[in-house]
């Protein structure tokens, strides 16, 4: 064990401190990364390195207050699975012992090791203090990618554990195993704010640019901490990475209808009226013109019609290139209906329909509108329809209001992208409460 | 921000483009319109007279 | 650095042999001590002090905890009279001697956390008992059940002292060595079996908190505080 506080590193000659003396049997340099054994009396180098400062969150040295105790960050790991990697900074107070703050995808936990081992009660849940701890994913394979600081176990970068964590609520148990030891460590969430007020750092964001490693320490002693003393809500927070895909898909989602809705802004309409005689003949109006003036755009015809019942108007529409004669149709109902059965009054339909036509070429175009009505009956009140609907003119007429213009959200299109959206956040959210 | 995160926000991106292109050039992979249904309203063989029994 | 905050031992001294300095004797029971002014290790016979050899002088730790740090375990008051520091190839730790009434038991500390044991001589008649005192290796994942309780083995080392100080009830030469074989169970339980040259030796008890341990006399480090919650007791 080194006899000081401190030493030089045996791979570039700067001059480490060892703050958790006695405890501490690995260093990693903060200045070139180097990995110095300091649990034998003379330090001696396990790996050399030749690293650039890293810039760390939470420059190492600083202290911060979490529940009415100071800590000290000492030492910190990147480590990754599955291509996500996640940063983990050992904390000490002698008087205390050891603490984590890890980060993962921009949130923050607090974790302590265990001293009792959780009961198993089956491969995939656990008790540990009265709370079943049920596990998310399968085993995973963690390596330790970096270091930096002091350790007080054997820290190696390459290093690789097998973890599973167990989940209960929001709090976490971390289980991990390699070929000599078991660790279990709970992890509880933590505010990031609270972690930036409490370290006086940016927790979010990147870091100090000198990395803060040990700037200023042994001088001036430690920044003054600040204190956090309130947990994030332990109920509230699904799994982070859920909650970002959700996050992802809503602000999509909303871009999205904002792109659609400035493009299916609607152009200056052409407006024409019919009156139709109810089982009479029927009638065409010409409204125009409706000039499309990009390469391509949507046509919305909307027909509306006075106070009807238990009639429906057959709407038929050419849309008319005036150069080229070219029509492209469509068609529409306008139908409303009422009655009363054994569940009461019903009503069926609406006083106004619009249509739209999608992929309308640049040009100027008529609206040729053909329109008939036609009465129904349920067949409870004396029908006045009969076989020929031509013969006479029973419940007399329909004043239609038409209009036609360029644009409209093609409403198909937006509910196509947030299934495309939400599917995955959906798929990941599912797979998570199953696999817990 | 992690491997997974970012793939999806790179998908979100791409339905976005999607949907912006098809609301340019006015297309739907539904029959040529949307809203009150296609020509001849609900279908050829529509007579007249409410859904409802 | 170690002893600038040396809290008062209680009960008699003597005087160091070698130095003259004075060498607490709390316990009655135990013959050995070492000068924790010139590390001579002092074996007590009657009144008479001989000194017997030299012991390393103990590595500087942050350790909380000193000789003479009192407390409360489990009802009864204790008070730190000695400490064995064991190192392995991959770190080390400290085990204090505890004044226990007419006892004594051992807090372990390690990694920031504290084991409070006593000996359990029973343990060596269990058939995993037996095995380790033949000297066969028992494996991680070896469990031993204590009265309802699973212990699994978690943590084998093979341990050398570092030095000891203050009163001992063995010499603490510098070429000791010992295997040591850590158990843990559900319910915070701590177990030990330990084996060196001259036997095997069982030990049963938990993981405490430095703050249930309610201490008195703790060590004063440079540049912290003691935390709140241990400040209500705190230094004296």
């Not at chain 2, 991106?13 to 009150?36: E, K, N």
Request: proline residues 6%.
């Amino acid at each position: 064990m080194i006899a000081g506080r401190k030493f030089d590193c045996p791979g570039c000659g700067g001059t480490l401190e060892i703050r958790a003396a006695g405890y501490t049997t690995t260093v990693a340099c903060r200045y070139c990364g180097s990995v110095i054994d300091v649990a034998s009396p003379d330090a001696t180098l396990i790996t050399q390195y030749h690293q650039a400062v890293a810039e760390l969150a939470i420059p190492l040295g600083t202290r911060g207050t979490i529940a009415g105790i100071e800590w000290e960050a000492i030492g910190w790991q990147s480590r990754s699975s599955a291509g996500e990697s996640w940063d983990e900074f050992l904390l000490f107070n002698p008087y205390a012992g050891y603490r984590w703050l890890v980060r993962a995808d921009g949130e923050w936990t607090f974790g302590r090791a265990l001293e009792s081992l959780p009961e198993m009660l089956s491969d995939d849940v656990v008790r540990w203090q009265d709370a079943k701890w049920e596990v998310e994913d399968d085993p995973a394979t963690m390596v330790t990618i970096r270091v930096v600081g002091e350790f007080y176990w054997r820290v190696k970068v390459d290093e690789t554990v097998t973890g599973r964590t167990f989940w209960s609520g929001s709090r976490q148990l971390s289980c991990e195993q390699n070929r000599d030891e078991v660790n279990w460590t709970a992890l509880d969430p933590i505010d990031s704010d609270g972690v930036g007020k409490a370290f006086g750092i940016n927790p979010d964001g990147g870091s100090r640019p000198d990395g803060g490693l040990g700037g200023g320490l042994g001088s001036s002693g430690p920044p003054p901490g600040k204190s956090i003393d309130h947990f994030a809500d332990t109920r509230s927070s699904p799994r982070p990475f859920v909650r970002w895909t959700f996050v992802a898909a809503l602000f999509a989602a909303a871009l999205a209808f904002i792109t659609m809705a400035a493009f299916g802004g609607h152009g200056t309409p052409a407006t024409g009226s019919l009156s139709l005689g109810v089982g009479g003949p029927e009638r065409t109006v010409t409204l125009g013109p409706v000039e499309v003036k990009r390469a391509w755009q949507t046509v919305t015809i909307s027909a509306a019609g006075d106070e009807f019942a238990n009639k429906w108007v057959d709407l038929d529409y050419a849309l008319v290139d005036r150069r080229t004669h070219q029509a492209i149709e469509a068609g529409d109902t306008l139908e409303y209906y009422t009655g009363t059965d054994s569940d009461g009054p019903w009503t069926e339909g609406s006083h106004s329909t619009s249509t739209m036509i999608a992929r309308v070429p640049r040009g100027s175009y008529d609206v040729v509108m053909t329109a008939s009505a036609h009465a129904w009956s349920d067949g409870t009140a004396p029908s006045p329809v009969v076989d020929d609907p031509w013969s006479i003119n029973p419940t007399g007429t329909i004043a239609l209001t038409l209009s036609a213009a360029t644009g409209g959200v093609l409403w198909g299109n937006f509910m196509v992208v947030l299934v495309l959206l939400f599917a995955p956040p959906c798929f990941f959210a599912w797979r998570k409460m199953k696999g817990a | 921000m992690s491997g997974k995160l970012i793939a999806f926000i790179v998908w979100c991106a791409l339905v976005w483009t999607g949907a912006t292109w098809a609301a340019y050039s006015a297309w739907s992979p539904f029959a040529g319109a949307s809203g009150g249904g296609g020509p001849g309203g609900r279908g050829g063989g529509f007579y007249g007279g409410p859904m409802h029994k | 650095m170690q002893g600038e905050a040396s809290a008062e031992p209680s009960g008699p001294q003597l005087a160091c042999p070698s130095c003259g300095a004075p060498v607490p004797l709390v316990s009655a029971a135990l013959p050995y001590a070492v000068c924790g002014h010139c590390q001579t290790l002092i074996l007590r016979e009657g009144d008479e002090l001989k000194a017997i050899g030299k012991s390393a002088v103990l590595p500087f730790d942050v350790s909380p905890i000193q000789i003479g740090t009192r407390g409360t375990a489990d009802g009864q008051r204790f008070e730190v009279i000695g400490r064995v520091r064991w190192g392995w190839t991959d770190g080390s730790w400290n085990e204090w001697l505890l004044q226990v009434g007419a006892g004594t038991a051992w807090l372990g500390e390690a990694m920031g956390l504290y084991v409070l044991v006593t000996e359990a001589p029973e343990l060596l008649e269990t058939p995993l008992g037996n095995q380790f005192a033949s000297g066969t290796e028992i494996p991680l994942g070896a469990t031993l059940v204590v009265s309802g309780a699973h212990f699994t083995a978690t943590d084998i080392k093979q341990a050398h002292s570092l030095g000891g100080e203050g009163q001992l009830p063995f010499p603490c030469p510098a070429d000791w060595t010992m295997t040591n074989v850590d158990f843990r169970s559900e319910a915070g339980g701590a177990l030990s079996l330990q084996r060196d040259a001259d036997g095997v030796s069982a030990w049963l008890g938990r993981y405490v908190t430095l703050d249930e341990l309610k201490p008195v006399g703790l060590r004063k480090i440079v540049g912290w505080q003691v935390p709140t919650a241990l400040a209500a007791t705190g230094i004296s």
